[in-house]
């Protein structure tokens, strides 16, 4: 997935990032909002180049932090949205077994971009009773 938006962005760099952004919110009730929002968030700044774009989506591609987070000596939480096209809710209980010490919330009526503002979010940090740190995915295991 990832691989195709970076030919995509030097092909069509505006529709790309609207692609983008709306497949953040993809699958919510309110995701036509939520996706015009993100969109005039973000086309209201300066646009960054395409190269330092495909420079994101290159790290986001070919990095694996499963193995540093292992030896991170302090407990953390991580969120995830049901409705996450990026994050596929599949990885939750694989990411359970390799890190025993963390606590993992599935908000069922979040998407990628909405565990952000979500009111949720800052309800589940603070009810995670030993979570030091909390920890967003955005890589497609």
């Known amino acids: 997935m990832l691989a195709g938006f970076q ?4 092909d069509d760099f505006q529709r790309t990032v609207e692609r983008f952004l709306a497949l953040q919110t993809m699958g919510t009730e309110s995701a036509r909002q939520d996706a015009r929002a993100l969109k005039q968030a973000v086309l209201s700044l300066p646009m960054p180049s395409a190269e330092a774009l495909n420079g994101g989506l290159e790290i986001l591609r070919t990095v694996d932090l499963r193995q540093a987070l292992v030896r991170l000596p302090m407990p ?5 949205g049901r409705l996450d096209g990026l994050v596929p809710r599949k990885i939750v ?3 359970d077994d390799l890190w025993p010490e963390s606590e993992s919330i599935l908000f069922d009526k979040a998407a990628h971009a909405r565990l952000f503002p979500s009111r949720g979010l800052l309800r ?18």
């Open 93 to 95: 209980p694989l990411l």
């Open 7 to 10: 030919q995509q962005l030097s």
């Open 124 to 141: 589940a940090a603070a009810g995670a009773e030993d979570a030091a740190g909390v920890i967003f995915f955005a890589a497609p295991w």
């Open 76 to 80: 953390f939480l991580r969120l995830y």
